[in-house]
């Protein structure tokens, strides 16, 4: 316990990001029970309300209460984001471990591919598919599974063409370990910090992308509070009460910042992990 310790001081990042997380995450699966508010309940008769003891962020433009669809959106969010990546990780890890691994035709073809949809920024992309598929959440998470699994399949790829060539992957082979069990006991635990660090740092470009996609209406669609949908609906509104946006906007931000603090602790603490295994 005392080691940990320790490494949490010697690494502010994950420390920081670790206690943002338990926050953003506790808040995503209970929040909505704690709400003050319905966020869905229209009440013309408070709407562009400024903060109060009753509305703490204010109300919008129909007299919903800002904090509670705020709270409410985060499970939309924040939990749309988690569920992205992990498909994304199941479906990218597993190509890029056999492609690695077994090379050949088969490693070429996923290659190629690869490239081929790499030629196209990830963002354009996934306005384009989402765009065709019909602006609605779940068409949102199709669209970034499709662009975000090919990181996923080519980082671990790349990994993997260099752990294969280490004695204890000889070893494997020459004990005539089927593929599988190579893979799944020796190449997948050595990838896999990489993989989480650079999850916790791709849930805040891929919330960053599912907020942009709403707000230029290819996402969450009205009366649904999603943060990116209440920058959109905040827009007209925003020289009169700036609030619409801005809490919002702050959600985004703290969120994408909480998971770059915690990608980049995990990055430091594996590296640290690493090094004392060497040595």
């Known amino acids: 316990m005392k080691v940990k310790k320790i490494r949490l001081l010697h690494n502010p990042n994950l420390a920081i990001g670790s206690l943002l997380a338990t926050i953003l995450f506790g808040m995503m699966l209970f929040g909505s029970s704690f709400i003050p508010h319905d966020p869905f309940q229209i009440d013309m008769g408070n709407r562009l309300q400024q903060a109060s003891s009753v509305h703490w962020f204010g109300t919008d433009q129909l007299g ?121 006991m020796h190449l997948f635990p050595q990838v896999l910090p990489e993989v989480i660090a650079m999850a916790a740092i791709d849930i805040g470009k891929v919330i960053l992308m599912i907020s942009a996609l709403s707000y230029i209406g290819l996402g969450a669609q009205a009366p649904i509070p999603e943060w990116g949908a209440m920058l959109n609906d905040g827009r007209g509104y925003f020289q009169v009460v700036p609030s619409l946006m801005i809490y919002p906007g702050l959600a985004i931000m703290i969120t994408v910042l909480t998971c770059n603090l915690l990608g980049d602790g995990l990055k430091d603490h594996f590296d640290i992990r690493k090094g004392s295994d060497k040595r």
């Open 64 to 184: 919903r209460d800002i904090f509670s669809r705020i709270v409410y959106g985060a499970k939309l969010t924040i939990g749309l984001g988690l569920l992205s990546i992990i498909l994304a990780i199941g479906i990218g890890v597993p190509i890029g471990l056999f492609s690695g691994y077994i090379g050949g035709r088969i490693d070429a073809v996923f290659m190629r591919m690869i490239d081929g949809i790499l030629a196209f920024p990830d963002f354009i992309l996934a306005i384009a598919i989402a765009g065709i598929l019909g602006p609605n959440l779940t068409n949102i998470v199709i669209a970034i599974i499709l662009v975000r699994w090919i990181t996923y399949a080519r980082v671990v790829r790349s990994l993997v063409l260099v752990e294969k060539e280490k004695e204890y992957i000889l070893v494997s082979k020459i004990s005539h370990s089927s593929t599988w069990k190579t893979i799944r």
